[in-house]
């Protein structure tokens, strides 16, 4: 259940906005419910009883991981930060060392609560996260589309902008949802909503569609709509975003504007051959000698 939606449900119920509030952090203190936050709003779950009764059995300091996994979502915690936080928590004993929390992670791995996963390119790091999340992908290293597949990201934007004139507006969710019924997506099993916001984002900055804000009842939404002064409306006519190196980068979250770093900008060989081919695409023919 969305923020918005369990607002207008306690509302309906005559439940005190700070009540609410209270009661949902302490359902989510004692692993009875988990919230997932997103970029623009957060989703509630009924967590499954038995792994609610799991967490009571290691103590709270396994209640205390959950409930900051849980709110990590898809970039989870490094293992130390996550040790750290639990005993910063105030939740558990001052006494508690890192050793027994150490051990409560190792039993949430063994219960099936929690998993663990190695960062791209670094194979000494341990990222926890709940075990039914996929990480992101400036932790996976997953991109959604490879080398040769720009053509693929014509097709996208092509796609979205044929379904908002026929829609004239919708959401992101929406648009995502009519793509999927089209071939578009067939050879992207894991197109997700993240996904479809990196194209709609592009679409926005390479003047394709408009975004705007839709208020009902108080529950705002973004909306997109084609951009009707935008002559150029085919994807691939476009020099795309996408097709800068760092947009599928594995190892991009690590890079630094640091001429000193091992992965920067300034030593990055694929982003200086990107650049040296764009600006002899874009550089007029040289006039001949006479």
Same mark, same amino acid.
């Given at each position: 259940?969305?923020?918005?939606?369990?607002?207008?449900?306690?509302?309906?119920?005559?439940?005190?906005?700070n009540k609410?509030?209270?009661?949902?952090?302490?359902?989510?203190?004692?692993?009875?419910?988990?919230?997932?936050?997103?970029?623009?709003?957060?989703?509630?779950?009924?967590?499954?009883?038995?792994?609610?009764?799991?967490?009571k059995?290691l103590?709270?300091?396994?209640?205390?991981?959950?409930?900051?996994?849980?709110?990590?979502?898809?970039?989870?915690?490094?293992?130390?930060?996550?040790?750290?936080?639990?005993?910063?928590?105030?939740?558990?004993?001052?006494?508690?060392?890192?050793?027994?929390?150490?051990?409560?992670?190792?039993?949430?791995?063994?219960?099936?609560?929690?998993?663990?996963?190695?960062?791209?390119?670094?194979?000494?790091?341990?990222?926890?996260m709940?075990?039914?999340?996929?990480?992101?992908?400036?932790?996976?290293?997953?991109?959604?589309?490879?080398?040769?597949?720009?053509?693929l990201v014509?097709e996208?934007?092509?796609?979205?902008?044929?379904v908002?004139?026929?829609?004239?507006?919708?959401?992101?969710?929406?648009?995502?949802?009519?793509?999927?019924?089209?071939?578009?997506?067939? &050879?992207?099993?894991?197109?997700? #909503?993240?996904e479809? /916001? !990196?194209?709609?984002?592009?679409?926005? =900055?390479?003047? $394709?569609?408009?975004?705007?804000?839709?208020?009902?009842?108080?529950? &705002?939404?973004?909306?997109?709509? #084609?951009?009707?002064? /935008? !002559?150029?409306?085919?994807?691939?006519? =476009?020099?795309? $975003?996408?097709?800068?190196?760092?947009?599928?980068?594995p190892?991009?979250?690590?890079?630094r504007?640091? #001429?000193?770093?091992?992965?920067?900008?300034?030593?990055?060989?694929? =982003?200086?051959?990107?650049?040296?081919?764009s600006?002899?695409?874009?550089?007029?023919?040289?006039p001949?000698?006479?």
């Open positions: 259940m969305t923020q918005a939606a369990m607002n207008r449900a306690c509302k309906e119920a005559g439940i005190d906005i609410q509030t209270l009661a949902l952090n302490e359902m989510v203190s004692n692993g009875i419910i988990a919230k997932h936050t997103t970029v623009d709003t957060c989703v509630y779950q009924l967590l499954d009883s038995n792994n609610t009764m799991q967490l059995n103590g709270i300091e396994a209640i205390v991981a959950y409930e900051l996994l849980t709110k990590a979502g898809s970039m989870g915690l490094h293992k130390d930060q996550l040790i750290k936080a639990v005993r910063d928590s105030g939740k558990v004993p001052a006494s508690t060392t890192k050793q027994k929390v150490a051990k409560v992670l190792d039993l949430m791995l063994n219960d099936k609560l929690v998993k663990t996963i190695k960062p791209s390119g670094q194979k000494a790091v341990q990222i926890y709940l075990i039914d999340l996929e990480p992101h992908h400036s932790i996976s290293g997953h991109a959604w589309f490879d080398n040769g597949q720009e053509n014509s996208l934007f092509d796609g979205v902008v044929s908002l004139r026929t829609e004239r507006y919708g959401t992101m969710d929406k648009i995502l949802e009519n793509l999927r019924r089209t071939d578009t997506l067939r &050879s992207l099993p894991s197109f997700g #909503p993240d479809m /916001q !990196q194209v709609i984002d592009a679409m926005i =900055l390479e003047g $394709l569609i408009v975004t705007f804000n839709y208020d009902h009842d108080g529950d &705002s939404q973004i909306l997109y709509k #084609p951009n009707m002064d /935008q !002559q150029r409306v085919s994807g691939c006519q =476009l020099l795309s $975003l996408f097709e800068v190196p760092c947009g599928r980068c190892i991009r979250a690590q890079c504007m640091d #001429p000193v770093s091992r992965i920067s900008p300034q030593s990055c060989e694929y =982003l200086t051959n990107w650049m040296a081919a600006t002899t695409k874009q550089a007029p023919a040289k001949g000698r006479m």
